[in-house]
């Protein structure tokens, strides 16, 4: 297996190392991640002061910089989410700093049309399959998103951070519109993307992770660095996920791969000893995180204090700021 050159010919090389990284440690230990998705992050302050230790991996939520947000057709939930997210990039740049690891999940306001989260299919009309027309109303909405979001990111890229980015998350499901229409559809936005990224935006920092279990999903080795999947357990069930890593590791056996969300922090010995070879694990944030409704404190313990497990401290820098 090559996990060592990167789907975009043009990647910086700190993506490779990022990438050797990960080869280098694969089946011999787990990086440790969390999401946050406020200025606040609750999430990692929890985490420190529960264990003693902080994550290598960090998420950040991108939902509040949806250029089409209708803020005339929403409700409090939804205006809440926004508010409480807003200018989250700037705590990536202090992460940054910091030099841990960074992925980036866009929860993406629908390009045209919709109410309230307009993420979920339910609540916008916003059809895909034209959106992937070169021309229609759909296809300019969609490529002006994606153009703003690239501007976000181009500082990022300037300054040589590489960012972990997962985008159309969980596209084997119909709840968002980019799933909305099946994973041929999903396959083919996710390469649309990667084109508009990589050759017209000039974006090479990015490590290209996919984020589905379906097989007739993937985009194929040629625009995918990570194979990953999210995962939600009943509470309190700590496993190494090893039938679900035997699943999604069948689509390529030429991939990296990685629990992208859980709910669950697993049993991070039981993956190396059962051969399930995560190379990392990001939690969902808020109640996934704070508190013990999901994930005791005591194996969050047990878990950042593993000798298997990476935290920013065992962390090597993998770039500079």
């Known amino acids: 297996m090559n996990y060592y050159n990167p789907a975009d010919k043009n990647a910086i090389p700190e993506v490779e190392n990022v990438l050797r990284y990960l080869a280098d440690i694969n089946g011999k230990k787990m990086i440790t991640g969390q999401h946050t998705q406020t200025m606040a992050q609750e999430e990692l302050h929890n985490i420190l002061d529960v264990t003693g230790k902080e994550p290598a991996l960090l998420g950040f ?3 509040s910089y949806s250029p089409n947000i209708n803020y005339l057709d929403t409700d409090d939930e939804c205006i809440t989410e926004i508010e409480l997210n807003r200018g989250t990039l700037q705590k990536a740049w202090e992460w940054a700093a910091r030099g841990g690891l960074i992925t980036f999940t866009w929860h993406w306001f629908s390009p045209l049309g919709g109410h309230s989260k307009s993420f979920f299919s339910k609540n916008t009309n916003f059809d895909v399959e034209k959106a992937l027309v070169h021309g229609t109303p759909e296809n300019t909405a969609l490529l002006s998103d994606m153009d703003y979001m690239a501007g976000l990111i181009r500082p990022f890229n300037d300054k040589h951070i590489p960012i972990l980015w997962r985008p159309f998350h969980e596209s084997e499901g119909t709840w968002f519109w980019w799933g909305a229409k099946g994973a041929e559809t999903a396959k083919r936005l996710y390469r649309l993307m990667f084109e508009h990224f990589t050759e017209k935006c ?33 509470a309190h069930e700590y496993t190494s996920h090893k039938s679900e890593f035997d699943e999604l590791t069948a689509i390529t056996s030429q991939k990296i791969s990685a629990i992208a969300e859980t709910g669950v ?57």
């Open 61 to 63: 939520e991108l939902l």
């Open 202 to 234: 000039g974006l090479h920092n990015l490590i290209w992770v996919w984020n589905s279990p379906l097989k007739d999903g993937y985009p194929g080795d040629d625009f995918v660095d990570i194979i990953s999947r999210d995962m939600y357990p009943p």
């Open 265 to 321: 922090l697993p049993d991070v010995e039981a993956t190396i000893s059962e051969k399930a070879a995560w190379s990392y694990f990001m939690t969902w944030s808020r109640e996934f995180c704070l508190g013990e409704k999901y994930t005791s404190y005591d194996h969050l313990r047990e878990v950042y204090n593993s000798e298997l497990a990476v935290t920013i401290d065992k962390l090597p820098r993998l770039y500079s700021v």
